[in-house]
């Protein structure tokens, strides 16, 4: 006790920060909905001392980072459990930052007095956003190189500048020795040292403000009003942020730690999925679960629209959640009077989660190998004849399988094929065959016209014995007559 | 809270004009530092920027290595590397020999997203595994978001030897 007045007499901590500790915030504040914030400045700390363990053995240099990497994961003493946890912190610091965003704009928080800590957020986000891109670069995997060119790719669909950005980003003409430097760098000091200090902002205006009280329906937000009944609801009944209102944050951000060293644990480290080597293409890149969602819009998009909503898109995106608290910065603060704000969230959590789906399944890519790798069900073999067999030859050795399934295998970018001769008759499966569209390629020059006759031969035999046969709407000549 | 404690200690004022004098003066030596400094920084920075349109002729291989009416994974050394480049320094592109001298050498960039593009010789067609863009065998787009033909590489023959000119990631804005 005497060392900590002694301490106290020279420091004076206490004066400092007692009164920002005890600061009374209202009592309604003191929920567990108000845990996701200081849940995610937990992780970010959890971030910051295990990235500095990291950057003590990873090597930002295109030669020997692989090496490192595996030197962490299989060598380096307990590398691959910072690995693993920095890898899941990073992916439930977007979770738990998602969530605080949620229910800071489900419970009204933006709204008058405090516009400029939601502005602050979003500018978090995006740093958080940015930390969550340039973290899998450094992984420097092939999913981070084909990662990085589908960025480059976006940036150069820019107008002017596009080609003077890419090689800014990048750091040259291509993505090479000086890109993962930059990226390096970005991650480990720019990027940060954005966080530290936009999150210094958001905490001294949470501390100058007052945490948002628990919305009542029909209390609106007056901006002449609302300060003087914060107050008073304050004075009257408030409780020390420190211990009552933390305490539930406490609790929550161990929890949060936990879980994400449980998972660490059990799951281990992600990557490095095989060395940046662009002469290996056998490769499938998909980025990490937070910009699955963007990656599979860009495959749904129709594509004259793309590169309007790639370069306009974002901006407008980011602009109107920036205005946001000045378009609607007072009145109304709880969710069950704001009906269009709570569908909105429900609709774009909806959107999201199911675009993310779509990414992890990528039903649009081809199956690069269901060709060789997807033998044709022995059903749609059985009883047929010489030439159907030969069509099924052609089907497989032609690569139809990477686009259309039989019996569930094979890709999905087209359409599967088991019930084909029920929906097209003969005469339209030549000509699908041969010029293609509707998103298929043509085959004409690709097949010879035994190929195709037979290819088509075995395609008439794909139907359930239970439907009939399509048929052409037109009668044919003789009937006509 | 603390002001009147530090108001003590604030000396009286001086004669206004040394005092204007010495701070205009500080401001303006900063003022010239930051400038000698500011453009070094943005120099350093953007010299990524003007080492726009670096490209030099690379060697592919011997001619004779790529048979006719054939689409072969070939690849250069990026002309603009450095020492500690290793393995990226090496970029994949497809040559298609048509006959005799007449190629056609295309990006390994899908020219939706820049994802690697893989050729399947029974098809005729080139795919690409991330969005579904596909193309034929001359480059042309034949499905998917693509929204042009596969971008191509200048190319020459010097001395038996394929030659193209690389070094540069094509994009829409920029394509080879």
Known sequence: MRVADWFEERLQLKKLLGPSMTHPVPRSSASWWYVFGSATLIIFMLQIVTGICLALVYVPSTADVYASLEYLNYQQPLGWFLRAVHFWGSNFMVAMMSLHMIQVFLFGAYKYPRELTWVVGIFLLLCTLGMAFTGQVLRWDQDAYWGLGIGVAMIGRMPVIGAQLVHLVIGGPIIGAETLSRFFALHVFVVPGLLFGLLGLHLLMVLKLGINEWPMPGRLVARDTYRERYEEEVKRDGVPFFPVAAQKDIVFGGLVILAILLCAAIFGPYGPNGPADPTLIRTVPRPDFYFLSLFALFALLPPYTETFLILVGPVVAIAFLIALPFLAGTGEKSFTRRPVAAVSVVVIVLILGVLSYLGAKSPWSPVMDAWSGAPIPVEYVKGRAPLQLQGATVFQNKQCRNCHSLGGQGGQRGPALDGIASRMTHDLLIRQVLQGGGNMPAYGKNLSPFEVTALVAFLDTLRSPHDAAARSPIPPPRAAR | ?176
């Open chain 2, 1 to 176: 809270m603390c002001d009147q404690g530090v108001g003590g200690l604030v000396p009286p004022p001086a004669p206004v004009s040394r005092r204007s004098v010495l701070f205009k003066l500080g401001l303006g030596l900063n003022a010239l530092a930051a400038i000698l400094l500011g453009v070094p920084l943005v120099g350093y920075v953007a010299s990524a920027i003007r080492r726009r349109g670096q490209q030099a002729w690379v060697s592919l291989g011997l001619v004779s290595s790529f048979p006719e009416r054939q689409t072969r994974l070939a690849s250069y050394t990026n002309p603009f590397t450095v020492p500690w480049d290793a393995k990226v320094a090496d970029i994949p592109c497809w040559v298609r020999r048509l006959q005799g001298e007449r190629f056609q050498v295309f990006a390994i960039n899908c020219t939706h997203l820049g994802c690697p593009i893989r050729w399947f010789q029974e098809s005729g067609l080139f795919m690409c595994p991330c969005h579904g863009g596909v193309f034929y065998e001359d480059g042309r787009h034949a499905s998917g978001p693509p929204p042009r033909p596969l971008y191509q590489y200048e190319h020459r023959i010097r001395d038996g030897r394929l030659e193209v000119r690389g070094g540069q990631i094509p994009t829409l804005s920029e394509p080879v």
